[in-house]
């Protein structure tokens, strides 16, 4: 008898009769067969499954957590998730550490696109924005390759705050009303400027010249009166020394359109309703970060801006900017006397911006809920809210994963719906 190897790498003996008779025959031994998972060994290796999964969730985590945030140090996104990962840190465990990562690039795309790749362990996790996760995949789909509510795992809101309409500290304007009134006058002649094209700033300029295009051009009423200021007219503060290059917004005297100012024909409002309303029209100057924007703001390059409020807020403040209105619904405890765009007749006009924790999807829910509580811990701890508002971030309401989905995606459809109301053309449009 010889072996000889069998399929699979079997051995099987080789059993020959004398010369003569019959020929050899192949017998496989009974211990080298392979093996197959019973029924049993299956279903017990299912109900282990759950043990596995609670095991590793308890050890986690044992190495330092990644946070990733899609912009440049110094930004509120950098200063919010330094302020976060210090809080959150403790709350998971006594030896877990979280280290703050900047990969920027692409109004935040870059530093989402790299979080979607990594494994859904715990141990990678981006602070997103609004623009980000919300205002760039509506209105550059080309360069934000993913789906912002299918391709993450949704932990926790962090922080909010409105986008803040301002104009140089030498414009005419002291109001929204007079401002939109003179860009309708002169349609695509005037400049707003954001910090990019797709950004939040950009589409909630775009959803206000929607919005302002029905609103009447009535600056006695009292919608233009918001915020406790007298109802100057408009000429009054277009007679300002319109010989200095500050004053006259881009070289341009800013006046009412001659349709407004002819003989009454029924009163705004009726002329309104009797004719399709279009959104205003001015030219859209994008810049790379809010600091430039304000910069180009401060020198008059520009006639307004829509940013968020940590970058407008020290330059109100230094009086280089003047805040006309912001994008929420409320008006905001650092400038009580800016009033909201609803209040000025834009009923329900809100857009605000936001930050919000996620993580590679397929993240076990276990750790999303684990995360989330950890977010919610930190944010209600101590002086945690005094410290974001300080850098431009509102501490956001409590939210668990599941709400934490529902809202990006209510903010993802709204978002496409401006960009195809406004039919966005980017880059300088």
């Not at 002329?271 to 399709?276: C, D, E, I």
Request: proline share 10%; with cysteine.
């Amino acid at each position: 008898m010889r072996t000889q190897p069998g399929r699979n790498g079997a051995r099987a003996a080789m059993i020959c009769a004398p010369a003569g008779f019959a020929p050899c025959r192949r017998e496989r031994r009974p211990g080298n067969r392979p093996m197959q998972p019973s029924r049993r060994s299956l279903l017990a290796a299912a109900l282990a499954l759950p043990a596995i999964r609670a095991a590793r969730a308890e050890a986690w985590p044992e190495r330092p957590i990644s946070m990733v945030v899609p912009f440049l140090a110094g930004g509120s996104t950098d200063i919010a998730a330094r302020i976060l990962a210090e809080r959150m840190a403790p709350k998971l465990g006594p030896q877990a550490r979280i280290i703050v990562e900047n990969r920027a690039g692409a109004g935040g795309a870059v530093g989402a696109e790299w979080v979607r790749h990594r494994p859904a362990d715990g141990y990678t996790l981006l602070l997103a924005s609004a623009s980000a996760l919300g205002s760039n995949p509506a209105a550059l789909p080309q360069q934000t390759p993913y789906d912002p509510v299918e391709d993450f795992t949704q932990i926790a809101l962090v922080g909010g705050g409105p986008i803040v309409l301002v104009v140089p500290a030498a414009s005419p304007f002291r109001t929204a009303q007079a401002l939109l009134d003179a860009v309708r006058a002169h349609p695509g002649r005037m400049t707003w400027a954001t910090s990019g094209a797709g950004g939040i700033g950009h589409l909630t300029g775009e959803y206000l010249k929607i919005r302002a295009g029905a609103l009447p051009s009535d600056r006695g009423g009292p919608e233009a009166r918001s915020a406790n200021r007298p109802a100057e007219p408009p000429k009054a503060e277009q007679a300002s020394d319109r010989g200095g290059p500050e004053a006259r917004s881009v070289n341009r005297p800013a006046e009412p359109p001659k349709a407004e100012q002819a003989p009454d024909r029924g009163g705004p409002e009726a002329r309104s309703a009797n004719r399709p309303a279009e959104p205003l029209k001015a030219e859209h100057v994008p810049y790379r970060g809010g600091s430039a924007v304000m910069e180009a703001l401060a020198k008059g390059e520009v006639d307004y801006s829509l940013e968020v409020l940590a970058s407008t807020a020290p330059h109100i403040r230094d009086g280089l900017s003047r805040g006309l209105a912001v994008s929420s619904l409320q008006r905001h405890p650092l400038f009580p006397d800016i009033p909201t765009l609803d209040e000025i007749g834009l009923k329900g006009f809100e857009v605000t911006t936001w930050n919000m924790l996620v993580a590679p999807r397929g993240l076990p829910p276990e750790l999303a809920e684990t995360l989330s509580r950890a977010v919610r811990a930190a944010l209600a701890e101590g002086n945690t809210a005094e410290r974001l508002a300080q850098a431009g971030v509102d501490p956001a309401r409590p939210t668990t994963p599941e709400e934490t989905r529902a809202f990006l995606a209510a903010e993802v459809a709204k978002f496409r719906a401006i960009v195809r109301q406004a039919g966005v053309t980017l880059g300088r449009g």
